[in-house]
């Protein structure tokens, strides 16, 4: 398959053009013109650009990429090491990253709602990344802790009380623990994203609502693999995908 023909399949249905993104999304880094195999992962390090290396890849498709915005601009230290070792293997780098967060099928909001069990209700928010909805059966913040740590297989932090009664949640990937007010304004009972900042605790005590911070990579893994077995079954091209370990 041509590259420009991947990019084009993979914009179709990820609809890029219509965020406004923190770095490029598409092609990052442009490599051989033929793509026979794509190695997928969540962040583009220079292990998974080994990994692609190592398994002969044409071309590496990711959630986090290059060229953040506000970030140095110059080519020198891991950012030199990593471009170098692309450029040298003529390996292609592709990476989607608000696209793939609101994806309502492939991305990583709808991917976890379905590894967590909730019934999706809608999405909200800057850019529709703020998702909705509630729990199949009504449980507790504990057990709701718990079940999150057995389908990510990393414990989540958990702020409020473990005895609340959680039927409503929001839930956002990644960074988005700025979007907790939002979820109580919502009337969530519980909100889920990857990470957590200082105030998440106070506002956590203040409303009663718990916040569950179950980490930035462990809740943005999913919809990369999601994307990558699409792409598989819709064009034949042989998708592997990279699961790299990273706490955080």
């Not at 990711?62 to 003529?90: P, T």
Request: charged share 20%.
């Amino acid at each position: 398959m041509q590259l420009t023909e991947l990019i084009r399949l993979l914009d179709a249905q990820l609809e890029p053009w219509r965020f406004k993104d923190y770095a490029p999304n598409g092609l990052q880094v442009e490599g051989r013109a033929e793509v026979k195999k794509v190695l997928t992962g969540t962040t583009a390090s220079q292990a998974l650009i080994d990994a692609a290396i190592a398994e002969g890849a044409d071309a590496i498709l990711v959630h986090h990429g290059y060229f953040w915005k506000n970030e140095d601009a110059r080519i020198v230290g891991i950012k030199r090491a990593r471009l170098k070792a692309l450029l040298e293997h003529d390996i292609s780098l592709i990476a989607y990253h608000l696209p793939l967060d609101a994806h309502p099928t492939l991305g990583n909001n709808a991917t976890l709602a379905e590894r967590l069990g909730l019934i999706v209700e809608g999405q909200t928010g800057e850019q529709g990344l703020l998702w909705y909805g509630r729990c199949t059966v009504p449980t507790t913040a504990q057990s709701l802790t718990e079940q999150v740590d057995v389908a990510l297989a990393r414990p989540p932090l958990l702020l409020g009380d473990p005895a609340r009664r959680i039927e409503r949640v929001c839930w956002c990937t990644g960074g988005a623990q700025g979007y907790f007010e939002q979820a109580i304004a919502l009337g969530a009972d519980a909100f889920i994203t990857g990470e957590v900042s200082e105030q998440n605790y106070h506002i956590a005590e203040e409303s009663g609502v718990v916040f569950l911070a179950a980490g930035h990579h462990a809740t943005e893994r999913y919809g990369v693999r999601a994307l990558g077995d699409w792409l598989a079954q819709e064009t034949g091209l042989d998708v592997n995908h990279a699961e790299l370990k990273n706490p955080v």
